[in-house]
């Protein structure tokens, strides 16, 4: 121990080799867990004590808790049979490089206190950029997710349209009500944003999305904004989705733009889910016009496998963003202020984590080469997937699949309505209750739905047929009321 009584560095050498066997043991037990857990609320909490113990204890304790009281209040993101909401993967090789920026310690609040970190995150930036096909127009940033982003982008948008109200009134001194659009089928992060930025409620505009593709129609933007025009109001933002929430649709990013542009708004694209798929050349179409865009988002926290709040950023006009955002105390000055870039003047947070490790890590132990290889097999596993429930009579496909989201519904001879709806969250519900494999349902036009979101690190093809094997079962056995 350390004078003080905190840990020695010998010490942690000791304990830190303990953690580490435990998650690797937990990686390769985490298949034979059920996935959702099924502790109730309060469970966790009720099994720990209400201070923690004054003395010292061995890490062994609390390696015992994980296993006795936090593994089971987890459901489980990393297990091959996880299909609910969207892969949230965590490449073993992205911990190391989140282990290393938490032992390194470093303070993320200027260049000059810890000019490494700065530029590792421009350099892996850039280095998703390039493996992204994206021009050297944009620069890029992490932030801990796509709708901090999406918040950024709307504030530096509310101060274009404004020019720079925040600097005088505010937006409540401003005449011309400032608007922001986005698809019906948007993120409720986006809904968010425009709420905090100021906009309000009435100032937001949800463009149709119809089936079958339910992407954004541009010349309902363009009569939307025109209309807004007319009344008085001006134009400021569109967010654009590369890869809705619900089905996995993209929003046709180069009309978009030009309609936006016509009417003098910034656009901001958010990709979070589907960003990962811009790193295989063959997927890149599906975003012909993004390059057009003022800023986007993606997460590679999600499918790509880095670990959470790994979101990256880029905008085209780097001083644009900072003069929204910038400070300048006294005390963060240096002698290189101008020569090199301030991360904390383009986004919220003054203090960063050394994040940019868990990027570098992740692509300098796993490969390029084998990130792409599983991202096409999980597409692949979607389309095979997609074949088998389309050959069902019984059985639909409700939206495209573009990438790796399948989104089905079973209906049975005469089910239909509400009583449909049931039956839906009903074979959902039985599946996630067995702990046998995780989904989720959704809402699609009103009616319940189920997506298969495939793209789990561990996820194989033998994982995605014996979910639809379970499926088939257990929707079969709830429409004939074999099961409650
Ligand atoms: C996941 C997701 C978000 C939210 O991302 P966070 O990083 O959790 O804030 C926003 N938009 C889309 C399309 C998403 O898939």
Not at 69 to 77: Q, S
Not at 311 to 320: C, I, N, R, T, W
């Amino acid at each position: 121990m350390l004078d003080n009584g905190g840990m020695n560095p010998e010490e942690f050498r000791a304990a830190g080799h303990e953690l580490i066997d435990w998650i690797a043991d937990y990686r390769l037990r985490v298949g034979s867990l059920p996935v959702r857990s099924s502790v109730q609320p309060s469970d966790v909490r009720s099994a720990l004590p209400e201070l923690p113990p004054e003395a010292s204890e061995p890490v062994r304790a609390l390696l015992d808790d994980l296993d006795s009281i936090v593994v089971p209040g987890l459901t489980h993101a990393q297990h091959p049979r996880n299909f609910a909401w969207f892969p949230s993967n965590a490449s073993l090789s992205s911990v190391l490089g989140d282990i290393a920026a938490s032992g390194i310690g470093a303070l993320g609040i200027t260049w000059q206190s810890a000019p490494a970190l700065t530029e590792v995150e421009q350099v892996v930036c850039d280095w998703l950029r390039r493996l992204t096909g994206l021009s050297e127009a944009w620069h890029g940033t992490i932030t801990d997710g796509a709708s901090t982003a999406c918040l950024v982008a709307l504030l530096v948008a509310r101060e274009r349209a404004s020019d720079g109200s925040q600097r005088r009134g505010g937006l409540q001194a401003e005449r011309a009500p400032l608007v922001a659009y986005c698809s019906e089928q948007a993120h409720s992060s986006v809904t968010k944003a425009a709420l905090l930025a100021g906009y309000g409620a009435d100032n937001l505009r949800y463009v149709p999305a119809p089936a079958p593709d339910r992407a954004m129609e541009p010349h309902e933007l363009d009569s939307l904004m025109s209309a807004d025009e007319r009344s008085g109001r001006r134009p400021a933002v569109v967010v654009a989705t590369a890869g809705t929430t619900g089905t996995a649709g993209f929003d046709p990013l180069r009309a978009v733009n030009e309609v936006a542009r016509a009417h003098g708004a910034f656009v901001h694209v958010d990709a979070a889910m589907a960003g990962s798929a811009m790193l295989l050349a063959e997927h890149r179409h599906l975003f012909d016009g993004i390059e057009e865009a003022d800023s986007l988002c993606w997460n590679p926290h999600k499918w790509m496998g880095s670990v959470l709040e790994t979101s990256l950023f880029y905008v085209k006009d780097p001083p644009e963003l900072v003069r929204v955002l910038a400070t300048d105390p006294s005390y963060l000055r240096s002698s290189v202020d101008g020569s090199v870039v301030q991360f904390r003047d383009w986004g919220l947070p003054l203090g960063r984590r050394f994040r940019a490790l868990k990027l570098w890590f992740q692509l300098r132990l796993d490969g390029p080469e084998a990130i792409r290889a599983r991202l096409r097999r999980d597409l692949e596993n979607a389309a095979r997937l997609a074949a088998l429930v389309k050959a069902e009579a019984d059985w639909q496909v409700l939206a495209p699949v573009q990438l790796q989201t399948v989104c089905t519904r079973h209906v049975p001879l005469g089910l239909a309505g509400d009583d449909l709806d049931a039956h839906t969250l009903s074979w959902c519900e039985a599946i996630n209750r067995s702990g046998l494999a995780h989904l989720t349902p959704a809402i699609l036009d009103g009616h319940w739905m189920v997506r298969v979101s495939i793209g789990a690190e561990a996820t194989e093809w033998a994982d995605v047929e014996a979910l639809w094997e379970l499926m088939k079962t257990t929707a079969g056995e709830t429409a004939t009321g074999s099961t409650s």
